[in-house]
């Protein structure tokens, strides 16, 4: 109410207030629960970028547009897939729009830009894919917060299923950039620790798509196996060339789930068989994933992926944040300690977080079948992350 409108009862008992203690952070301030989007929205990961957002917002959604009580207003900065622009990029969101979190990103040499940038301004940073370890590791921080994984889980479990099956020679092929490098790390931890043997390790720049070379070399050394790492539009280019090479039904070939995640359509019969290990899968029954299939297929006319999944579970860990100061960003330490304490009810199956801040979580064997990476299995269950070198 305007002063004047106010009788004069209630005028002298508003005045008598405004010179009264007030208890601390008794009433949330005015204003929005700013949120900046640093995602590729251009080039190779501009679909993964746009699940993720949309997984985000429609967690918002449900809650009826509001975090902590508050309205939520989105920023977006087209990150470029660019590690030499990220400082720059998120700067813009940081410094220029002022948010309260930034949720970023799908590229690890990107993210550790981004990082660099929240450390130094202690800027609450979500990251909703990449899986960089050093951002849990030994750049681990108060505000720094994952709800997707660290480049070294999904490859260490497949590791473990491929030693299971009693192979012993594997060849590894993967972009040459952290988080194929990561992933490779940690399937050959695993692999390694049961007694197989990487005996290549190749790589191409990225984000180079012409495997011939590689291909040709993998055919010529005849290994047991092979494990890869690539996504987005280069997943579909290596998988149709590994088939038209002939290799689909002669070399076993195993990879992180990123491989087949959002690229089922575009790789076709190429795809069909592979086996892919992940934190999420077609066919989990839970209640939680069939609603939140069901939601985000009638806002987006699209099924989900892991991409929305992570983006659908940044915005819950940041409403458990939220929630605990009644909007109140300022009061980052409770921000942050109610994030750390989070069990998040996820459409992967509910997870709670590492002290390095990264989901300890199943992760599951699946295999393509159709238009679908369904379940088969869990290959590792409650798989937490080393976080070498942190020291949270």
Known sequence: MHRRSLPFPALALAAALAWAPVASHAQAPAGKVKVGFMLPYTGTYAALGTAIENGFRLYVQEQGGRLGGREVEYFKVDDESDPAKAPENASKLVKRDQVDVVVGTVHSGVQMGIVKVARENNTLLIIPNAGVDEATGPLCAPNIFRSSFSNWQPGYAMGQVVASRGLKRVVTLTWKYAAGEQSVKGFKEAFEAKGGKVVKELSLPFPNVEFQAQITEIASLKPDAVFVFFAGGGAVKFVK???????????????????????????????????????????????????????????????????????????????AGAGAVKGDMTRKAEVYKAMEAARVDSPRGAFTLSKAHNPVQDFYLRKVDGRENKVSGVAVRALADPARGCRL
Do not use: C, M
């Not at 060339?241 to 992180?256: H, T, V």
């Not at 087949?260 to 077609?282: C, P, V």
């Open 241 to 319: 060339d590994w088939a038209a090479a002939g290799l689909k039904d002669k070399i076993p070939l195993f990879a992180s789930g990123f491989l087949t995640d959002g690229t089922l359509e575009a790789q076709g019969a190429a795809a069909q068989g592979l086996e892919t290990t992940l934190h999420y899968g077609d066919g989990l029954a839970n209640a939680r994933d069939k609603a939140f299939r069901l939601e985000y297929a009638k806002a987006y006319k699209l099924q989900p992926d892991v991409y929305a999944v992570q983006g659908y579970d940044a915005a819950q860990l940041l409403a």
